[in-house]
């Protein structure tokens, strides 16, 4: 049974204070609080077995292995995917959606191709297809969003043609909040033999995932969004797709035989995690994954969206409030300005009383272009926040205008 009360005890940093008032944490998007298990899961590898995988030949190493790709099983289930070797481990999703871009992209896209996005992207999973693009000579297309934030569904029709070789795009806008029809442009994109990618990097805390269900080629996230560590994150891919693209980085690991005169590349997933891996990121990732399965992921959602549906009133109460992308279907996210003043102004009065939000441009500039915007403040809902997180906030607003307006 899901109970906020009980998912807050197992978050040390809720119980500190910020600035005289306790912390309130509402920059989730950016990135999760993690669970006191995830923390002594780190804690634990590196006071009790740290050593190196796959290279050692005494307990602590093969102690260390066992746990590494018992890791990686743990995320195959998470994601529904095929086979263990279909999930590799990369820095985050910026390195997953480079490592797709650089592999799959430069090998494979030629020109008069098209590539097509969405113009709700982070420029993670923009400046890469823009340098494929440029690379290759081809043509970068984008998907349009319209005023509310949702995504122009007739456009998907029109943008995604016999010429599109690959769409990448995201399942949930890290900044409108706004949930793609992720299902519908993976069918369009089939239905033109082109490649898929989905950045699940929002989506996976909002909708059970499964790769194969989906049909989609690639498929990438973080572990710091989803309640683990930084510097981790998973790329799925198909193994035929895998299996014919050449490696991302060299050295150690991902070869098979080394002679002077030329190298083999190892196997799945080896051939593409060059060097020393984030040992305690696999541990802590499936640790992560086994907190947040202890809930319903709908229980969890339902929760988030009631914390969502009060703040977007209450704040709207405020005449002077203006709200960014109110899509039918969007994460707990909520983007938006206080009319007639900086949102940097925003964001620094509510750290005075402690509440935590993003402020900027989100890595979403072209998007924000579009709405004539340079910036927003951004409040975003977790497992742990409650509807006091909610009041808080809408008081610390109403100050930021009495004091700035």
Request: charged share 25%; aromatic share 10%.
């Amino acid at each position: 049974m899901y109970d906020v009360n009980e998912v807050r005890k197992q978050f040390k940093s809720l119980r500190q204070m910020v600035n005289g008032y306790p912390l309130v944490y509402l920059d989730s998007v950016n990135t999760t609080l993690k669970p006191e298990r995830v923390v002594k899961r780190v804690e634990k590898f590196y006071a009790e077995e740290a050593s190196n995988v796959h290279r050692g030949s005494h307990f602590l190493s093969d102690q260390a292995t066992k746990y590494f790709e018992s890791a990686r099983q743990t995320i195959q289930k998470f994601i529904g995917a095929a086979h263990t070797e279909e999930v590799l481990f990369t820095k985050g999703t910026t390195e997953g959606i480079n490592l797709v871009a650089q592999s799959y992209g430069m090998t494979f896209i030629n020109e008069g191709d098209e590539i097509v996005i969405t113009e709700l992207e982070h420029h993670a999973n923009l400046v890469p297809w823009q340098i494929v693009a440029q690379a290759r000579k081809a043509t970068l297309k984008f998907i349009s969003v319209l005023a509310d934030g949702s995504i122009d569904e007739a456009s998907i029709d029109q943008v995604i043609t016999p010429k599109t070789k690959l769409v990448a795009f995201s399942g949930c806008s890290n900044i409108l909040g706004t949930i793609t029809p992720y299902k519908k442009i993976i069918a369009k994109a089939k239905s033109v033999g082109a490649v898929t990618l989905l950045d699940a990097a929002q989506l996976v805390t909002q909708k059970a995932i499964n790769v194969v269900d989906l049909d989609v080629d690639f498929l990438v996230f973080s572990a710091h969004k989803l309640f683990g560590p930084y510097g981790f994150g998973v790329l799925y891919g198909k193994k035929e797709l895998l299996l014919k693209m050449p490696p991302y980085q060299f050295g150690g690991s991902m070869i098979s035989e080394v002679r002077f005169e030329k190298t083999t590349f190892n196997d799945l997933p080896f051939k593409f995690e060059a060097g020393t891996p984030h040992i305690e990121g696999a541990l802590a990732l499936a640790e992560a994954i086994d907190f947040f399965n202890q809930y319903d992921i709908k229980d969890v959602f339902a929760h988030e969206q009631e914390l969502l549906q009060l703040a977007t009133k209450k704040l709207k109460e405020i005449p002077e409030i203006q709200i960014f992308g109110e899509a039918k279907e969007k994460a707990a996210i909520l983007s938006f300005n206080l009319k007639g003043v900086h949102h940097a102004d925003v964001g620094q009065i509510l750290d005075k009383m402690g509440i935590a939000v993003r402020i900027g441009h989100h890595c979403t500039q072209p998007l924000l272009r579009k709405f004539g915007l340079t910036g927003t403040v951004r409040a975003s809902f977790s497992i742990y926040n409650n509807t006091e997180d909610v009041e808080r906030l809408v008081l610390a607003v109403e100050k930021a205008k009495r004091m700035l307006l």
